[in-house]
C-alpha cells in the first residue's frame, strides 16, 4: 500500500472544510426533507461539532481514551474516523492532533506482525483488529511522511491476518466470516461486519484483497439471513440482534457490489419496519451506526425515513457534555459518542468507506 493511493481524499476533504458551514451544502448533504430549515440543518452540525469537541477533551495524551475499552486501540480508531468524517484532516484545526495521536497509539500498541489486538486478552480481538485496520487504512495518505512509512509497513500485514483468519477451516455455517480471535473456527455477523469493511478499505488503497474473499464473505452473509422475516442472524439458529444486525448485513452485501440484491432489500424492509427498536436494544449506538451506514447504502426512501427519525429522535440524547452514553457493553462515552457521529455524518461522503454507487435514488 501507497500513500499516493489516496491523494484524492485530500482534496475532497480539503473542499469539504471549506464550505461545511454552508446551510445550502449541508441540506443538500443531508437532503431537503430532513434539512427543511436552516435551523434544522445548524441543529445537526452543532450536535456532530459537541460530540467531536467532548471526543478531543478527553482524548489522553498517548491518544487512548478513558473509560472502557478506551486503551485498547479500538476507540482510538472509532474516534478517529469520527474526526476524519466530519471532514477533518491530521494537518487541521482544531482536532488534526487528536487524529494523529490515535494513529501513533494504535501503532504503538501492534505486534511485529501487525496485529492490533494485542491490549486485552478478551473476546474482542479481532473487533480491535479489523476497526484498528479500517481506521489506519482510511487515513493512510493524509499523515506526515514519517508516520506514512510505518502505516505502508503494518497495513499489508494486518490486512494478510484478516485474511488468513477468514481462511481457517470451519464448517459450511461459519465459512467465509470472522470471530474474536484470528485462529477462530466459527464466525459471527457482528465481528464480520468490521473485518469486510477493512477488507473493502484495504482494496481501495491497493492492498491485495482476492475477489475471491469478498464472494466468500457475501455468501457467508446470505446464509444468516432469517428467510421468513429478513433480518440477519447473529449466528445460525441465534436470532438474537435482529435489529442491530439487520444494518450490518445490508451494509456488507452493499460494500460487496450486492446493490438492490433481493436479499439486502428484505433486510432494509425489516429494518424500516423495525429500527425504532433501537431504543430500546441493548447495543443501541452499535445498532444505530450499521443501520445508519446500511440504509444510506440503500438511499431513497429508506434512508430519508430512517435519517429523519435518527436525528429527531438522537439529538435530544446527547448529554450537555457533548457525549452520549450506553449502559453494560455500551457504558463508554467515547465508544457511544464515536458511533453516533459516525452515524450522523454517514451522508457527508468524506470516508472512501462510506462512498455509494451514484446512481442509488436520493430523492
Known amino acids: 500500500?501507497?500513500?499516493?493511493?489516496?491523494?484524492?481524499?485530500?482534496?475532497?476533504?480539503?473542499?469539504?472544510?471549506?464550505?461545511?458551514?454552508?446551510?445550502?451544502?449541508?441540506?443538500?448533504?443531508?437532503?431537503?426533507?430532513?434539512?427543511?430549515?436552516?435551523?434544522?440543518?445548524?441543529?445537526?452540525?452543532?450536535?456532530?461539532?459537541?460530540?467531536?469537541?467532548?471526543?478531543?477533551?478527553?482524548?489522553?495524551?498517548?491518544?487512548?481514551?478513558?473509560?472502557?475499552?478506551g486503551n485498547n486501540g479500538g476507540i482510538s480508531a472509532l474516534a478517529g474516523m469520527a474526526f476524519l468524517a466530519k471532514g477533518y484532516t491530521p494537518d487541521s484545526q482544531p482536532y488534526g492532533e487528536n487524529i494523529v495521536r490515535s494513529v501513533k497509539y494504535i501503532l504503538n500498541i501492534a505486534s511485529d506482525g501487525g496485529y492490533f489486538g494485542t491490549v486485552n486478552n478478551d473476546n474482542g480481538q479481532m473487533y480491535v483488529h479489523s476497526i484498528c485496520t479500517l481506521f489506519l487504512s482510511e487515513v493512510s495518505g493524509m499523515v506526515e511522511p514519517e508516520l506514512q512509512y510505518r502505516l505502508d509497513e503494518v497495513l499489508p500485514k494486518a490486512n494478510k491476518i484478516l485474511l488468513d483468519a477468514q481462511n481457517i477451516k470451519k464448517d459450511q455455517n461459519h465459512k467465509g466470516g470472522w470471530r474474536y480471535r484470528p485462529n477462530s473456527k466459527d464466525s459471527d455477523m457482528s465481528c464480520s461486519g468490521w473485518a469486510l469493511m477493512a477488507l473493502r478499505s484495504c482494496r481501495l488503497n491497493g492492498g491485495l484483497v482476492p475477489p475471491d474473499a469478498i464472494d466468500r464473505a457475501v455468501e457467508y452473509v446470505k446464509r444468516h439471513q432469517n428467510k421468513e422475516h429478513g433480518f440477519f442472524m447473529y449466528q445460525v439458529g441465534n436470532n438474537s440482534g435482529q435489529s442491530t444486525l439487520s444494518g450490518a448485513g445490508i451494509l456488507c452485501l452493499?460494500?460487496?457490489?450486492?446493490?438492490?440484491?433481493?436479499?439486502?432489500?428484505?433486510?432494509?424492509?425489516?429494518?424500516?419496519?423495525?429500527?425504532?427498536?433501537?431504543?430500546?436494544?441493548?447495543?443501541?449506538?452499535?445498532?444505530?451506526?450499521?443501520?445508519?451506514?446500511?440504509?444510506?447504502?440503500?438511499?431513497?426512501?429508506?434512508?430519508?425515513?430512517?435519517?429523519?427519525?435518527?436525528?429527531?429522535?438522537?439529538?435530544?440524547?446527547?448529554?450537555?457534555?457533548?457525549?452520549?452514553?450506553?449502559?453494560?457493553?455500551?457504558?463508554?462515552?467515547?465508544?457511544?459518542?464515536?458511533?453516533?457521529?459516525?452515524?450522523?455524518?454517514?451522508?457527508?461522503?468524506?470516508l472512501p468507506i462510506y462512498q455509494r454507487d451514484e446512481t442509488v435514488d436520493e430523492e
Open 254 to 350: 452493499e460494500l460487496c457490489g450486492q446493490h438492490n440484491d433481493p436479499v439486502s432489500l428484505r433486510a432494509a424492509g425489516y429494518l424500516l419496519k423495525n429500527f425504532r427498536q433501537l431504543e430500546r436494544a441493548s447495543n443501541k449506538y452499535y445498532g444505530l451506526y450499521y443501520a445508519s451506514q446500511g440504509l444510506f447504502q440503500i438511499g431513497g426512501e429508506a434512508w430519508q425515513s430512517f435519517s429523519e427519525w435518527m436525528y429527531r429522535v438522537w439529538i435530544p440524547k446527547q448529554k450537555a457534555d457533548g457525549s452520549w452514553r450506553g449502559s453494560a457493553n455500551e457504558d463508554s462515552g467515547p465508544y457511544s459518542t464515536s458511533l453516533v457521529v459516525l452515524a450522523f455524518t454517514v451522508p457527508f461522503r468524506q
Open 1 to 69: 500500500m501507497t500513500g499516493k493511493a489516496f491523494s484524492f481524499r485530500c482534496v475532497s476533504l480539503t473542499v469539504f472544510v471549506t464550505t461545511i458551514l454552508s446551510p445550502f451544502f449541508i441540506e443538500e448533504a443531508f437532503g431537503q426533507h430532513q434539512a427543511s430549515s436552516v435551523y434544522e440543518s445548524e441543529r445537526v452540525e452543532a450536535s456532530i461539532e459537541a460530540g467531536l469537541a467532548y471526543l478531543h477533551t478527553v482524548q489522553k495524551a498517548d491518544g487512548s481514551y478513558p473509560e472502557k475499552y
